[in-house]
């Protein structure tokens, strides 16, 4: 049976390496990581990989948070009748509970992750103008007080990059290793979901994604 | 003077330039409150759709809105001591746990544009902050800001509190930012919503019954 994986592109790589490592029949599709800077672009891009890969595969999940898209996203997914990832966004999808006790602690904290690492200049720098209107720097981040380098994969190169993020930011940083195992355990929980209503389309209740009630995910760790 | 180009010069984001031009306006002795709404407003505007279409950006909006304020800055000590009335007075913040203040600030400035007095009260507010600016400062309207999926409950809140408080129609509250819609805010039980800054005049507006 073979899944099509419809994944952010912040997510891609993280995403085909839990893939391999799980030996899924999968196909993965990515949808470009710059639609964060244009949230209306996310539900019409995913729907066009939808339509673009629905034929391949016996049945489709889509590996995105609530990313700004005012709720059109779920509108896509439930006209097609598929899931979503049960996460509100990546960073929780990689540190779980986790992400609620960091902002808990320092209201102020913006996350990175190994791909807001790798990608930085493109996806923050040039993203918000900062490149071409340096003076802005300080109206985006006045109210930032603390970076958290959520790890997926450690790498002293990596470290040393957030470090020069850390610096142009003016704030302190923290690193805390998360991995891709809530991730991963997030897959598993979509890929369960699948296999639980083959032949039972209706079995799909949307509630939960919508409030983000955890029980079957608590049930996956 | 021609104030299309203030407003020009605004909407390109030349802010010497525009400055120049208020400038040469008022010692031209243009009045002032038709240098803001003749030249300084229509450029705004013009940032803003520029923005919508993707002709702009977010740094060319913030660079737009800094313009204006700048000009603004030099307009507003030659205006009349009128005292007169406001169109109406709202607290406007962004809700507890959340720190994106962009969007609401260029609400802010279009409000006091058109004549609204705006107690902008930050970011990450905590529900019974907001009411109890509204209580100290009369409000009209309550507007809540909120960009993130996480903080959207905490619209909810300020408008369960004034529930509670049996004090929700003594203030009309809108809601705005990334995560809303008007849907959602039906759902809360808010008194309306709007995309951006130019549609949350027109709704203030209507609120307040201003054509
Ligand atoms: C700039 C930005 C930031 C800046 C904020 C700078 C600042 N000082 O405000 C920084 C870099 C600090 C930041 C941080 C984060 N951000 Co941010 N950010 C954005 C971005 C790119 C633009 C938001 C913005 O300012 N737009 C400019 C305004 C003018 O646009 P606008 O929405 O059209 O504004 C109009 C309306 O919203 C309306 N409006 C606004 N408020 C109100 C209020 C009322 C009452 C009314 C009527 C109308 C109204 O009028 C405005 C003017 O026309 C968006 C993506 C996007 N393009 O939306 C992500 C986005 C909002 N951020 C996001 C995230 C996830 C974060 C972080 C968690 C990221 C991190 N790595 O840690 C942190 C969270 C910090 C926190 N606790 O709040 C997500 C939110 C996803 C979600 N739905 O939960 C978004 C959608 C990006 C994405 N697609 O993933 N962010």
Redesign the pocket.
Known sequence: MKTGFITCGALGQEVKGIVRKQGWDAEIIGVSPED????MRIAPDVEKRIERIQERCDRLVVVYG???SRGKLDEVLDKYNIFRINA??C?EMYAGTKYDQFLEEE?GT??LTDF?VRTFHRAVIQG?GLDRYPELKE??????TRIVYLIQNDSPQLRQEAQVIADFMNLPLQFHETGCGNLEAHLRELMNKEEHRKGRPSYRTTSCWKNNISNELLMCY | MDLNQISQAVEELEKDKALSLVQQALDEGVDPPEIINSGIVPGLQGV?KKFETEEYF?AE?MMGGKVSQACMDLVEPHLPATGSASAGTVV?GAVE????????S??ATQLELNGFKVHKIGVNVPAMTFIDKAKETSADII???A????TIPNCNEVIDYLRDMGIKDKYKV??????TSQEKAVAMGADG?????VE?VK?CKGLMDIN
């Open positions: 964060h800077m244009f949230p609530e990313c700004g509100r966004n960073y209201i913006f996350f807001l918000l109206t985006y981040f006045h109210n930032c | 803003g977010l909006l406007l746990g959340d720190l994106h203040d962009i969007g609401y260029l609400v507007g809540l800001s960009f993130l999926v996480t809108i809601i705005g930012g990334t995560e919503w709007a995309p951006n800054a949350a709704l």
